[in-house]
C-alpha cells in the first residue's frame, strides 16, 4: 500500500448519491527552474449517474484532471475519493483491477487495437477480468448490437470508418457497464456529423443505463445537451 496520507469518509458525512470526489486535488509539473501548478485546490462532487461537462482553454489541465479522476495519472496532493474511500492508498495493481470494475473510458483517438476486430476489441475488457470468452462474446455482440454495428462485428479496426472506431470505443468502454464513463474530446477527431451522432449515443447510454458521464469538451453546443457545465480557469473551477 501506499505511505501518502489516505482519507476516507464516513457515510454519514457525505450524501449517499455521490459517486466521486475530489479534495483539494493539486497537480504540480516542473520544467527545468519553473513550477507549474496546473491544478489548484480542486473539489469536485460527482453524482450517481450524473453528466458533467468540462471545459476551458487549451492547457488549462481539462484532460490532466481527467486522467487523475481515471486513475492514470497522480495528484501532487489532495485526495480522489470513489464512494468515499481514497483510490490512490491502493497498489498498482489494484488500481488496474478498480479501472476495469469501475471505469470506462472514451478518447479523442479510440486506442482499438488495430489487429482485432470490432468483436475482439469490445471484448477486451471481460477477457482481461477473467470472464469467460462465450460470456464476452454474447456481451459484446449485443452492445455492438445496441451502439448500430450488428453489421460490422467481424471487421477489423482498418476497414472502419472514424465514426465506426469510435462506436466501438463507445461500446468497449460500455460492455461491463462501470458507473461512470469519463470521455476526453470523444468527438475531436470526427466531422460535425459523425461526431453528433456520438454525442447523442453517450447521452443515450447515460439516459438508459444510468450511467454517470465526465466530457472534457470544447463545444459550447455538446456542453448545453450535457446540462451541468464546470469551466477550468486558472486550475480550478
Do not use: W
Not at 179 to 190: C, K, Q, S
Not at 192 to 221: F, K, Q, W, Y
Not at 222 to 231: S, V
Request: with cysteine.
Amino acid at each position: 500500500m501506499s505511505e501518502r496520507a489516505c482519507l476516507a469518509l464516513d457515510p454519514a458525512q457525505r450524501p449517499e448519491d455521490v459517486l466521486f470526489e475530489t479534495v483539494d486535488l493539486c497537480k504540480k509539473f516542473q520544467a527545468g527552474d519553473l513550477q507549474i501548478d496546473v491544478l489548484r485546490n480542486v473539489n469536485l462532487r460527482i453524482a450517481a449517474g450524473e453528466r458533467v461537462a468540462i471545459l476551458g482553454q487549451s492547457g488549462v489541465g481539462k484532460s490532466t484532471l481527467l486522467y487523475i479522476l481515471g486513475t492514470l495519472d497522480h495528484p501532487t496532493s489532495g485526495s480522489l475519493l470513489f464512494r468515499g474511500k481514497d483510490v490512490f492508498c491502493k497498489t498498482s495493481a489494484e488500481l488496474a483491477t478498480f479501472r476495469n470494475h469501475e471505469l470506462g473510458f472514451v478518447f479523442q483517438f479510440h486506442h482499438l487495437l488495430p489487429e482485432f476486430s470490432a468483436l475482439e476489441n469490445v471484448m477486451m475488457p471481460g477477457l482481461l477480468r477473467g470472464l469467460s470468452f462465450a460470456e464476452m462474446r454474447d456481451r459484446a455482440r449485443a452492445i455492438l448490437e445496441e451502439v448500430g454495428l450488428s453489421h460490422r462485428l467481424e471487421h477489423h479496426v482498418g476497414k472502419l470508418s472514424g465514426g465506426e472506431r469510435q462506436r466501438v470505443a463507445v461500446a468497449r468502454a460500455l460492455v461491463l457497464n462501470p458507473p461512470l464513463i469519463l470521455a476526453d474530446e470523444p468527438t475531436g477527431n470526427l466531422d460535425p456529423r459523425t461526431g453528433e451522432r456520438i454525442e447523442d449515443l453517450l447521452l443515450e447510454m447515460n439516459e438508459t443505463r444510468g450511467i454517470a458521464l465526465v466530457v472534457v469538451t470544447h463545444s459550447d453546443r455538446l456542453a448545453a445537451k450535457i446540462g451541468r457545465r464546470l469551466t477550468l480557469i486558472d486550475g480550478n473551477f
